[in-house]
């Protein structure tokens, strides 16, 4: 069923008006997911023209997409793509910004403690002091990550941490803002044995301060990259400030496609919207951003790795993770984060006179809207 875009409209806006707790019919299912192939059909079109103009774009075993020094492709993502994935340890809860991308949007104050002394890996509480006996009992993973939120709000914690997985020979890599670091505390992470630091840059719009101190953070760690959700005004920011950003020397940039959340969607309300294989929900912008992003580092040789961190990525993501955790052919966590789908953020896409669906069918007739004065 290729729905068309006029009767789309009419059904979505019907569908945005359902009270929350109504139930949609299979027929109305089918209507819906017509509705979001058609978009993404759409979108997958505009975004493969974009691809076909990038002359080195090259793949990591078809599993995501990047431009430029092979070498320098993040070896965090390569664990997270091709080995065991990332073990994803949490400590802390705070955060010294607000970003109106961060998942976390709204209720940064209301973000639970981890518990005094204790770490969260696998959804697991440890101490410091059982790490010894959780690496004698479980294999070890080919890379872990430090995330959630802001690990410079305590990052003296870290250290003796880092320390013992280093000594075990694990992959280590942390996200931070930057705003906080210093060049103390950026040669207390190298020296306990950080292989890989993230500066999301987009937080602070390109801050000549994060600037600054990414160029620190490479005398002193292995592996120094970027990591920011796509978005029009950190790729305005950063070509204001290209010569200085890649003067740090870093290795590489993720550009990651931006995906929603009930947290954070209507911080991006009226912007035009798309769905990933029914799973992330995006603004369609963020990976044109990325390609045309790419189309330039390419042009002009940069010598870093430029990563398109994108939904499929995502999806290849969970596949792999899967896939080693032994589950069955084709599991994946990849799912959609709504409980229901927010049908009325597809509502501008669907109004947009630019925005086309590649081929249109004239529905059944027990298909077609009716007005209903709902």
Not at 200 to 229: H, M, W
């Amino acid at each position: 069923m290729k729905i068309s875009k006029k009767d789309a409209l009419i059904w979505f806006d019907f569908f945005s008006q359902l009270p929350e707790k109504e139930e949609i019919s299979t027929k109305h299912e089918e209507i819906i997911y017509s509705t979001l192939a058609q978009i993404e059909s759409a979108i997958d079109h505009r975004n493969d023209a974009l691809m076909s103009e990038i002359r080195g774009l090259k793949t990591l075993e078809n599993r995501t997409f990047f431009v430029g020094n092979e070498s320098k492709f993040p070896k965090g993502c390569r664990s997270c793509l091709l080995g065991t994935g990332l073990g994803a340890i949490r400590k802390t809860n705070k955060c010294n910004l607000e970003c109106k991308f961060c998942y976390n949007y709204g209720e940064l104050d209301d973000i639970p403690t981890v518990g005094e002394g204790m770490w969260e890996i696998g959804g697991t509480k440890f101490y410091e002091k059982d790490i010894d006996l959780l690496l004698s009992i479980c294999k070890k993973p080919t890379g872990i990550s430090y995330v959630y939120l802001e690990p410079f709000m305590e990052i003296e914690k870290y250290y003796s941490f880092i320390k013992k997985f280093s000594d075990a020979q694990i992959y280590q890599h942390l996200y931070t803002n930057g705003t906080l670091a210093a060049e103390e505390t950026l040669k207390a992470l190298g020296e306990a044995g950080l292989d890989e630091i993230r500066f999301n840059l987009g937080a602070t719009n390109c801050s000549d301060k994060v600037i600054e101190n990414i160029g620190v953070a490479k005398k002193y760690i292995r592996n120094v990259g970027i990591e920011t959700p796509m978005t029009p005004e950190f790729s305005e920011a950063f070509f204001k400030k290209k010569q200085a950003i890649l003067e740090t020397k870093l290795d590489f940039i993720n550009c990651a496609e931006l995906h929603l959340n009930e947290n954070n969607i209507y911080n991006y309300y009226g912007e035009n919207m798309y769905i990933s294989r029914l799973g992330y929900i995006s603004p369609i912008w963020s990976r044109e951003l990325t390609l045309k992003f790419m189309k330039i580092a390419d042009k002009e040789n940069w010598d870093l790795a430029v990563h398109d961190c994108s939904n499929y990525t995502k999806f290849a993501r969970g596949l792999n993770l899967s896939s080693k955790e032994g589950m069955w052919f084709g599991a994946s966590n990849y799912a959609c984060e709504f409980s229901r789908i927010p049908y009325e953020v597809f509502l501008p896409i669907l109004n947009d006179d630019n925005f086309k669906f590649l081929s249109e069918e004239e529905l059944p007739d027990d298909y077609k809207p009716v007005l209903i004065n709902y």
